[in-house]
């Protein structure tokens, strides 16, 4: 279904009239208006899943997301989708990285213990499935994806909104990993 949906929306963006007979998707002489502004809107595909979605990602994606793992699973998985876009005839540089971080920030140990005391009962899901860090922590964690080409880093958030780490990440985090001009 992912790949037929990207291949319709594609079709939608670029052509005046779109016809597609898919297993999962049918189109007949479909239009779409306004199309974008950009000569290629970028798609972002989600997950790692190393059979289909990262062949996906290969064949469709201008950006590829995935969840902040250990840096050998990330590294590993930027080897599978390499294979792919050899398969299908793609540079992977083309492909944009992006990790989806899962963080309370805060500005030293103790405050992060506060904030572990105090949001931990909040969240949404378990909250081993966080990484409580302070703002130096969080770029030595990132800087290691950065180096293997990660680029962007979007931090998840849930409600209620934890307004302090996205301030840390901007402030700190985020200028610690933006490339220097040469």
């Known amino acids: 279904m992912l790949d ?3 291949r319709v929306m594609r079709g939608l963006w670029t052509e005046e009239r779109f016809s597609f007979d898919g297993e999962h998707y049918r189109l007949d002489d479909a239009q779409l208006a306004p199309k ?6 970028p798609l972002m595909i989600g997950g790692a899943g190393e ?6 990602v290969a064949e ?7 969840g902040l793992d250990e840096i050998e699973t990330f590294r590993h998985k930027l080897d599978v989708l390499s294979r792919h876009c050899e398969d299908v005839g793609r540079d992977p540089a083309e492909i944009r990285k992006s990790l989806t971080v899962r963080a309370i920030l805060a500005d030293d140990e103790a405050a992060l213990r506060a ?20 703002p130096e922590q969080c770029v030595e964690r990132l800087l ?4 293997l080409g990660a680029r962007d880093f979007l931090l998840a958030a849930y409600a209620p ?3 302090q780490s996205l301030e840390l990440l901007a402030r700190e985090v985020a200028p610690a990993l933006r490339p220097t001009p040469d």
């Open 161 to 163: 909104y934890d307004w």
């Open 144 to 147: 290691a994806f950065h180096e």
């Open 60 to 66: 469709h994606a201008d950006v590829w997301n995935t």
């Open 36 to 41: 974008p502004l950009q000569a290629r809107l």
């Open 51 to 56: 059979k289909r979605t990262l062949r996906i």
């Open 115 to 134: 904030r572990r005391r105090e949001l931990a009962p909040k969240l949404p899901i378990d909250e081993s499935e966080f990484l409580f860090l302070t």
């Open 4 to 6: 037929e949906a990207c």
